[in-house]
């Protein structure tokens, strides 16, 4: 049987600066998202990066007096290091400034060049340009700021270009797209997301402007002197340079594009679902599946700007809090496809009742007593019906685990999870296992029971908290190659009379009236 392949990817952030919430959230969010493909039995590939080229890469790096390659330097290695402290399971990193992917893009752009007797054509394009977001607003789409500035609908400041400019053919596929929307509804997602698109679509689109002749920092125009990509065209293209174009022949192209998933924010929707299927149909290659927008964070119920002085920086969150609950917060809190806040007192609250009370005692209460009372070797179940119920519920949650997974409802996924490990220790606590010092034998079936429920958890917790889940795993004596998904739904393979290690505890409380150390 053939191995089903799974290709999932985050935007690649511009590294102007360093990473914020907002970056983390949503390598966190994808990296749950692989690792349940992985646990799936699933051969996956997690792609995230950089995007390193356009106009506002070269006014920042001026303000700064250095050079943009200097500035995507430093900042893409922020990336890198962020993703590592965060336990991002990605197979590559990639940059738009590599020499690979100079290849792709020249070779999709030479593709859409020759597509259709050409869907790309030389004129000159007269409007407005928002650096902050990169991107052209018509006149209707904007409003007056201070100072006489026009604004986009983002808030950001609009500057009039005139410049020599190929573009692409985009009015031609207004059809295509929504024949794309129409056949494939799981196109995009969320539904309402889904409904602005289509009809943002059927309003009509004009040709957008691909290249700039302004300035030099960009992907060369193949055969035309002076023209520097879009920083769009070049962004897009990343998805399969990632997985080897131009070599459409490729092994690796031919087992994962299309893409499954891309995940962005909503902020950038348009690109990933309007202009993206077009290209690549104009180059002739297959679309992507599905496109996932998340919301964004704000901090403490405020929006993050740099003026306000507010943005969180996820390192400082690490530092306090530890990788596995800001994770957990981020899958758990907040509701995938809608906005969320990050708050200190709400992150508190979740990582002490979901973490450190719920998963963190139920398994270091069995774990202890089975230390203390079978001299750390797994106690045999002789399992009655209270047994054999708890036993069906978390097969049947994790069940429902996998269902919300499928259409990425994480939250939904995370709030199974919290309810299975609340059955658990419902039922520890009934049965009261401390209470049968005279009843071995039963207290055995208790311990071994719940051992076998903190089995099932920790194997589907690990697409949520790697570190700690692999800890109870470990600590459960559960071998590497038993931690698959339908290892969780299948028997135990940890056979009675293993020697467990002595458990050590795997989550922190914290105070919410202090800071944490
Ligand atoms: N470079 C483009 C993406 C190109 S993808 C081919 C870009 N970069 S970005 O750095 O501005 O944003 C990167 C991702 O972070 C986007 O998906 C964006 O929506 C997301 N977020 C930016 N701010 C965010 C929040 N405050 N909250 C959540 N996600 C946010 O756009």
Not at 41 to 65: C, N, P, R, S
Not at 153 to 174: I, K
Not at 266 to 273: A, P, Q, V
Request: aromatic share 10%; with cysteine.
């Amino acid at each position: 049987m053939m191995t089903e392949t799974f290709y999932v990817t985050t935007a690649i952030a511009y590294p102007n600066g360093a990473p914020h919430i907002g970056h983390a959230y949503e390598m966190i969010v994808t990296d749950a998202i692989a690792r349940w493909a992985r646990l799936q039995g699933k051969e996956t590939f997690f792609l995230t990066g950089t995007d390193e080229h356009g106009i506002k890469m070269v006014q920042t790096a001026a303000a700064e007096g250095i050079t943009a390659r200097e500035l995507a330097d430093r900042n893409a290695a922020r990336f890198k290091e962020l993703a590592g402290r965060l336990d991002i399971s990605n197979d590559d990193f990639i940059r738009t400034t590599e020499p690979r992917h100079y290849e792709a893009s020249q070779e999709i752009w030479r593709k859409m060049a020759a597509s259709n007797n050409g869907d790309i054509y030389q004129s000159t394009y007269k409007g407005w340009y928002s650096v902050r977001d990169e991107a052209y607003f018509d006149e209707d789409e904007l409003t007056d700021g201070e100072n006489g500035k026009k604004l986009a609908p983002t808030g950001a400041e609009v500057n009039w270009v005139e410049e020599d400019s190929y573009f692409f053919r985009l009015s031609a596929y207004q059809d295509r797209l929504l024949k794309l929307y129409e056949d494939n509804p799981d196109f995009i997602a969320p539904e309402e997301r889904r409904n602005e698109i289509i009809s943002f679509v059927k309003s009509g689109l004009r040709d957008v402007s691909i290249s700039r002749t302004t300035f030099d920092w960009g992907i060369p125009v193949p055969g035309a002197a002076g023209h520097v990509m879009y920083v769009w065209v070049d962004a897009l293209t990343n998805y399969i340079t990632g997985v080897g174009y131009p070599d459409a022949n490729s092994e690796q192209f031919k087992k994962f594009w299309p893409a499954n998933l891309h995940v962005i924010g909503k902020d950038i929707i348009r690109f990933h679902t309007v202009y993206w299927p077009a290209f690549l149909m104009s180059a002739g290659i297959p679309v992507q599946k599905r496109v996932f927008a998340h919301g964004f964070l704000t901090s403490e119920g405020k929006k993050m700007s740099k003026s306000v002085g507010n943005i969180v920086d996820p390192h400082e969150q690490l530092d306090l809090y530890g990788t596995d609950p800001v994770r957990w917060y981020c899958l758990r809190e907040i509701s995938f496809g809608s906005d969320g806040d990050w708050g200190r007192e709400k992150f508190i609250n979740r990582n002490n009742s979901d973490l450190a009370n719920n998963f963190g005692n139920l398994a270091q209460r069995s774990l202890s007593m089975i230390q203390k009372n079978f001299g750390g070797l797994l106690p045999e179940a002789q399992p009655t019906d209270a047994e054999r119920t708890i036993v069906a519920t978390a097969v049947e949650t994790i069940g429902k685990m996998d269902l919300a997974m499928k259409t990425q409802q994480i939250h939904d996924a995370a709030g199974e999870l919290v309810s299975l490990l609340n059955a658990a220790n419902l039922y520890f606590a009934d049965q009261a296992p401390w209470g049968l010092k005279a009843d071995l034998r039963r207290m055995g079936t208790i311990l071994a029971t719940t051992a076998d429920i903190v089995r099932r958890a920790a194997i589907a917790a690990q697409a949520f908290v790697p570190g700690s889940a692999a800890k109870f795993l470990d600590a459960l004596a559960v071998p590497t190659d038993q931690r698959l998904l339908s290892h969780a739904l299948g028997a135990s393979g940890v056979s009675a009379g293993t020697a467990l290690p002595p458990p050590e505890p795997v989550f922190k409380k914290f105070e919410i009236a202090k800071p944490a150390a």
